[in-house]
């Protein structure tokens, strides 16, 4: 990273790298709701081939309102199953299965306070789950993040490269002097696409050496300078 311009600015996703693993969630909700996971990946399936694409998609751009998906889930699943299956308890559970990655929000706060990075959490999510999200990290989103992109309020997701130019604008920063930090391959790939420096969360423990080592090549600490 020699010669790369001094990074000045983290972008974040929320869930698999603020949280533990989404599969978790799926899981927890297949569990209690006495769904098997095989008739919910079906169902979703099925909804894909019919519509073109994922049914969580139009949900995370604010297309479609959380009641509207669950109702075409449970449609499918019912239909499988032979009975009526209580998808109204499922972002409860879901949520239930998510842990605050305590771990990488304190580096993203270290690096704020002692790098004085800024910071922007970028993610794709449903407008109905914003209260519980915000809910589950320490400190008001708001106060952490110098911005706050969710997909849902934005009628754009992750890996649309026009995500991306939002987040970058409203930071008011150029690709370069950036960090993106996601768990999954094809956000990181159009995240570089764009120009952005890219850690790859695979776990905590890399993700934050990754980021730490970027930050520590590309700009010293405050109490260095």
């Known amino acids: 990273m020699t010669g790369a311009p001094a990074i000045q600015a983290i972008i974040s996703d929320w869930g698999g790298v603020l949280t533990s693993p989404l599969l978790g969630s799926f899981n927890r909700f297949q569990e209690r709701a006495d769904v098997p996971l095989e008739?919910?990946?079906?169902?979703?399936?099925?909804?894909?081939?019919?519509?073109?694409?994922?049914?969580?998609?139009?949900?995370?751009?604010?297309?479609?309102?959380e009641a509207e998906f669950l109702a075409a889930i449970g449609?499918?699943?019912?239909?499988?199953?032979?009975?009526?299956?209580?998808?109204?308890?499922?972002?409860?559970?879901?949520?239930?299965?998510?842990?605050?990655?305590?771990?990488?929000?304190?580096?993203?706060?270290?690096?704020?306070?002692?790098?004085?990075?800024?910071?922007?959490?970028?993610?794709?999510?449903?407008?109905?789950?914003?209260?519980?999200?915000?809910?589950?990290?320490?400190?008001?989103?708001?106060?952490?993040?110098?911005?706050?992109?969710?997909?849902?309020?934005?009628?754009?997701?992750?890996?649309?490269?026009?995500?991306?130019?939002?987040?970058?604008?409203?930071?008011?920063?150029?690709?370069e002097v950036c960090v993106f930090v996601d768990d999954l391959e094809p956000n990181i790939a159009a995240a570089a696409a764009m120009g952005l420096r890219t850690v790859w969360f695979q776990d905590t423990e890399q993700a934050i050496a990754e980021l730490d080592a970027a930050l520590q090549l590309s700009q010293p600490s405050r109490s260095q300078r």
């Open 39 to 65: 008739s919910l990946g079906a169902a979703m399936r099925r909804i894909t081939e019919r519509n073109g694409e994922n049914p969580l998609f139009p949900m995370e751009r604010g297309e479609v309102s």
């Open 75 to 175: 449609a499918e699943i019912e239909a499988d199953l032979g009975r009526a299956v209580p998808m109204a308890t499922f972002a409860e559970h879901f949520f239930a299965g998510l842990e605050v990655n305590t771990p990488m929000v304190e580096c993203l706060a270290r690096a704020k306070a002692e790098r004085g990075m800024r910071l922007a959490l970028l993610t794709n999510n449903v407008r109905e789950w914003e209260p519980r999200w915000r809910a589950m990290l320490p400190a008001e989103p708001d106060e952490l993040f110098d911005v706050v992109v969710d997909s849902s309020r934005v009628a754009l997701r992750k890996p649309d490269p026009r995500i991306y130019a939002l987040t970058l604008a409203r930071l008011g920063l150029p690709a």
